[in-house]
């Protein structure tokens, strides 16, 4: 049929194209660990990312070959991403918090062939240089790192380069999962996808971002792209602020002071950012959009901000969905809902956006009902969601695209997804599950526990029932019968665990999360009382 | 290279699977022209629309064809969309105010199958039956048009039905331009860019649509597909109120009764409402975001929405572009401009949103500066923009996609981009250009102007020099001399007109714009003074 619109391909350097020709002027802040200050624009990072690219053309560096950055927040780092990738590379942010172990499997799995580092991360990287399989070049970010380092790199280059064409689906971004178990997976964003994911990224029922908001993502730019934030920044030639630094002192300030809009990280941040300006009796200038992700949010954090005028919104994801699931976004009716309604809400996960599907499926794979009680497997599909792990043969999703997530959740009436445990820590007993998360929380509400994991452990009758671990608060007595009566009022008597041990620390993992296999493998021959 | 993610087509009928399962209750409230209202929601749009694609299977209808209406906005207006749409086919919306040989024309390029119309237009349909080559079945909208009508059409089905797949490049809607000269020409939309249009059109610095809005799209479904609100409005999960009549009186009560947030529509409008609810002495309750386009809002009426604490947002937009061309976004400094800057800011027409670019450019296709001055022809190029007209040989833009508007403009240096002149209406002087809009602004300041046209004509020396045709405005004694005053203070000197005239009326195409065709043929061998 003759007659068609333009072909237009979703590529990435149309986004920096974009952020420099129509907000050149618009500042990137970079605020150091030492609180030195150094600022870019749009333009500026457009034309710095050019000069990388011809450096990479210079190393030899061809369409998908792997860049590698192990790196904070800061603007060189912001370059080297819009440089790789219009360059046609694949830009690797490499989480530093890794353990040694990971960070070489990841590197060596990855095939980088470049790695570009904060002089923070040297001892690192000189230590585990041997072990780098495919890494031909080592630049530090740091600007007095002289003649091998990144302003040294790209001092020779003056910008005068055109991205190359490339298909939409090529690949530009490698993020890997940080799992509890097995080895780390690397998910492959296409520019495509990661397109898609900004423009339901920058509606205002998700970050609601514009050219009037200045950004603050605390989440780190090696966590899946700090939720993408950068690329739908550039794509509405928002603000960004950068912080090599998460103390509340030093936000606050940034935020004051660079008259930050918008901001999202993990409750410990809100949380202390919180209790910051409670105690100091501060305000929060112009902040009025925070999104949180990575663990449930209290209700009492919630409410603080809310009181304060800021939209504080539950943003669940993953790696494999780049990372944005759903949103608590506010309803229809927000307007005329109370307080505590208004909170019920905004504790769930909220909503599924436009270009994802969520379901929860029993054990046989069967949807269940969005009734808020149907408890399954959650699964998601959808425009920004893994098909497979990078290298892998086998696809990650069932033949209807599902990728199954190893959340345990109900999804209520009005769609909100409600997440209760990881599928691998539910306590299945009697054909029934227990949230694991649930009883630690409730645990928790007993003065003399400072830490709880329940896990399940084999029971003749029922396959599994829970045990109970608890680390003592200092100072306070620690006593089985105090804790049985701080969850009898908060679960279902069958939930109640057939033992509560203390013990002296729980094992965690590099980032902090409970290591529940440990435990299951500790006392996977435990005997239960009656057992 | 193994890894990838979800291939997830941008296919139209998922805005309706989306706004069906996420926002299902959500209303879809239609107001008639006597006063009556009928309400459904985005799931019952979801199952006519599936009832009416069953419909259309039965009546042979192949992915491709073309699926006509005639009609006002209101609820069953939107289903055919859909249902059209889900089916595979293209609907064509007709504009009922083009004049008969308009009308059979269209829907004979088009080759229309299929007609619903409402029964307000039945006269027009039955008198161009014997004209319609290719229309095999007729509907009326109406409920109570019987057993020929839409509602007994869709009766027999279920709505049991899934959609069929097809190519995200595949057509879905067909507008005609309603140009001055020639026969109109059909831009033939495509799933894919009228969905990145939608995503662009969600975001905050646009329409900033989300689940909390109530859109009143006041532009026909049949003018650019209401500039593609609805798909937007099913995207995100807003209410939307389709009203048969634009009288002031019925829009306010409207905007009070249904909670409207957004509107959209052409100064006219917004005029007749100010002036409604100045004289009555109303609010606009939640009303906080109109989009005015079509042609430029006096800096009086935006003051006046401004000072009503409303965003008045200035939309630039062509059939060619789906339409959004530019909008009048608020930049990062808005909060410390003063009112008058915010109001010079408003009365352009405003950026470029991400997934378009635009240019101005001299005689030579050179390429202008952004800095305000430069005037000269607007071009457009990008992900919703048109490649070739429909049943077109030609592309219609040049080998690097850039569109050719008609339009004459400047660009200041902060991206903004302001109209000045048609193309074909600017006086062409001496190798500089006049701006016959800028005439006719100037002109109609004097008090005994009603109307005015300037047109360009021969002059040996200068080319074109301007002719000034004045309609004298009752019961005040025209005046040339007082008209050349009135010009003197607002256009430069060698802009005035060689002559000015009295005349008794200027012809008007079918819509109202100045037809200045006729009155260059009229005035072709006119003699200016001194020639």
């Known amino acids: 049929m003759l007659g068609a619109m333009q072909d237009w391909p979703l590529r990435l350097e149309r986004l920096i194209d974009h952020a420099a020709r129509e907000h050149g002027p618009r500042e990137i802040v970079t605020r150091w660990a030492d609180g030195s200050f150094e600022r870019t624009n749009w333009a500026g990072i457009h034309r710095d990312a050019r000069r990388l690219a011809q450096a990479l053309v210079a190393f030899g560096i061809k369409p998908g070959d792997r860049f590698a950055t192990l790196a904070a927040n800061h603007g060189r780092h912001l370059v080297s991403w819009f440089g790789a990738i219009g360059a046609g590379a694949v830009i690797h942010t490499i989480n ?3 353990f040694d172990d990971q960070i070489v499997y990841i590197a060596n799995h990855a095939e980088d062939r470049v790695l570009i580092y904060d002089q923070a991360f040297e001892a690192v990287v000189e230590r585990l240089k041997p072990r780098f399989e495919t890494i031909e070049h080592f630049v530090c970010f740091n600007p007095d790192s002289g003649e091998g380092g990144f302003e040294a790199l790209i001092a020779g280059y003056d910008g005068d380069y055109v991205w190359p064409e490339g298909d939409e689906r090529a690949p530009a971004m490698l ?3 940080s799992g509890t178990t097995g080895n780390p997976k690397g998910v492959l964003y296409q520019h495509r996808s990661q397109m898609l994911h900004s423009f339901v990224q920058a509606t205002p029922d998700v970050f609601s971002l514009s050219a009037r908001a200045a950004v603050l993502p605390v989440t780190p730019l090696f966590h899946a792209g700090a939720w993408g934030l950068p690329f739908a920044a550039a794509m509405t030639g928002s603000k960004l602020v950068l912080s090599a630094s998460n103390e509340p002192a030093v936000l606050h300030q940034l935020i004051i002071d660079e008259q930050v809009t918008h901001s999202c990280g993990v409750p410990t941040i809100w949380l202390s950012l919180l209790q910051y300006v409670e105690r ?13 992700g990575g663990s449930a949010a209290p209700r009492a954090l919630i409410a603080g901000y809310m009181d304060r005028g800021v939209q504080f919104t539950h943003l669940w994801g993953m790696t494999e969905l780049s990372p944005i699931g759903s949103v608590a976004a506010l309803p229809a009716e927000w307007d005329n809902m109370d307080r505590e309604a208004k909170l019920d809400l905004l504790q769930k996960q909220g909503y599924a956006a436009f270009g994802l599907e969520l379901r929860v499926v029993d054990d046989e794979g069967n949807a269940l009902p969005r009734d808020g009680k149907s408890s399954g497997q959650l699964q998601v599909r959808g425009a920004w969601v893994v098909e497979r792990y990078f290298r892998a043969e086998k696809s990650a999703v069932d ?5 199954d997530t190893g959340d345990i959740a109900v999804i ?17 007993s009697g ?3 227990i949230s694991s998360v649930d009883l630690e929380n409730a645990a928790i509400a007993a003065p003399c526990v400072a830490e ?23 100072g306070i007595e620690p006593s089985a019968d105090r804790v049985r009566e701080a969850l009898a009022s908060r679960v279902a008597k069958w939930w109640l665990p057939d033992e509560i041990l203390f013990v002296d620390e729980l094992p965690h993992t590099g980032t902090g999360k409970l290591l529940k296999t440990e435990l299951r493998e500790r006392y996977k021959d435990y005997k239960l009382p009656g057992v």
Not at 455 to 462: L, Q, R, S, T
Request: hydrophobic share 35%.
């Open 96 to 98: 530093p918090r890794l």
């Open 175 to 177: 993020c890997y999962t």
């Open 280 to 292: 100091e009796r501060l305000d929060l200038g112009r902040l009025h959009h925070i999104s949180c």
């Open 399 to 403: 033949e209807d695209n599902w990728f």
């Open 412 to 428: 209520h009436a009005d769609g909100a997804l409600q997440l209760t445990d990881r599928a691998k820590d539910v306590i299945k």
């Open 431 to 433: 054909g029934e599950w």
């Open 452 to 474: 709880a994991a329940a896990i399940g452990v084999y029971h003749p009758k029922w396959d599994e029932r829970p045990l109970l671990l608890c680390v003592p608060k200092p």
